[in-house]
């Protein structure tokens, strides 16, 4: 057993350090031999399978990812007695993620604005995960159209991730990261290169220049850099970042075949 976490301890390392392929490979492997040792519906069995789940839907099988977390909640709901479970809020959170990446904001909204209010009522306005969720159905509100009201309450969400993670925090720099790419969305590309550019800095001094993040930060200073700046440098930024696509991000990532189709290369 001891074994066995060791290796789901170094697989989600590895996943958190920016390699989600490796991470989804190990984990898938060590779900096997988790079925194999301890059974299907072993604790440790079920955690490496929330792993897995989430690590496929990071590697752009959001869809996948979503029909894994579905049957994941159903085995937590019938096991736990508390509605109210630490899991089964995880669980929620990664179901609403994967089911608007797979192409449903509007159901991704209304699951995300049930964790808010259930997530408040538990922990409180001001806990790290009250904040997300709020983040999320922020995000998920703008993807649904409502952009303007989404930039209203990022701007809102912003102060209080500042005072209660701290400045250099990745749930405070991805607030800020949603700021910039709806102000794009919304006609403003010139203000909206201003502020991935600032946050690219921050988010390299916080995650590092490897990280996934910082990466997609970097493919967006990029890419407005060739549309609203200047045309060459930013065609020579997008095209030196492929390769650390590929490296990161795997060959079949969803991210890769943007920075591809912007390059108007072949995927």
């Given at each position: ?9 170094s697989?989600?390392?590895?996943g ?9 490979k ?5 779900e096997?031999d ?47 007695a508390?509605?109210d ?8 959170d ?50 649904q159209?409502a ?13 209080d ?61 990029a ?15 997008l095209?030196?970042?492929l390769?650390e ?15 591809c ?6 995927d």
């Amino acid at each position: 057993m001891a074994l066995l976490r060791e290796r789901h301890l170094s697989a989600s390392t590895i996943g958190t350090a920016g390699n989600a392929s490796a991470a989804l490979k190990l984990l898938t492997e060590l779900e096997a031999d988790c079925r194999a040792r301890l059974g299907e519906v072993s604790w440790f069995t079920l955690v490496v399978r929330h792993g897995v789940a989430y690590w496929t839907g990071v590697c752009g099988r959001s869809a996948r990812a979503r029909e894994l977390t579905g049957e994941l909640l159903t085995v937590y709901e019938e096991r736990l007695a508390d509605r109210d479970h630490h899991a089964l809020r995880l669980l929620r959170d990664d179901l609403a993620r994967w089911t608007g990446e797979a192409g449903d904001p509007l159901d991704a909204v209304r699951q995300y604005a049930d964790l808010h209010r259930d997530t408040e009522r538990v922990l409180g306005p001001h806990a790290p995960h009250t904040l997300l969720a709020r983040h999320n159905t922020a995000y998920w509100t703008a993807a649904q159209g409502a952009r303007s009201l989404a930039l209203a309450d990022f701007r809102d969400l912003l102060a209080d991730e500042s005072r209660i993670n701290g400045p250099a925090h990745p749930h405070t720099l991805a607030v800020r990261h949603n700021i910039a790419y709806w102000t794009e969305a919304e006609g403003d590309p010139q203000t909206a290169l201003g502020l991935f550019a600032a946050l690219l800095d921050d988010r390299t001094a916080a995650l590092g220049r490897d990280h996934p993040h910082t990466l997609l930060n970097a493919f967006h200073v990029a890419r407005l850099t060739r549309h609203h700046r200047d045309p060459a440098a930013g065609t020579a930024e997008l095209t030196a970042l492929l390769p650390e696509f590929v490296r990161v991000f795997g060959e079949e990532h969803p991210w890769r075949g943007r920075l591809c189709r912007e390059l108007d290369t072949p995927d």
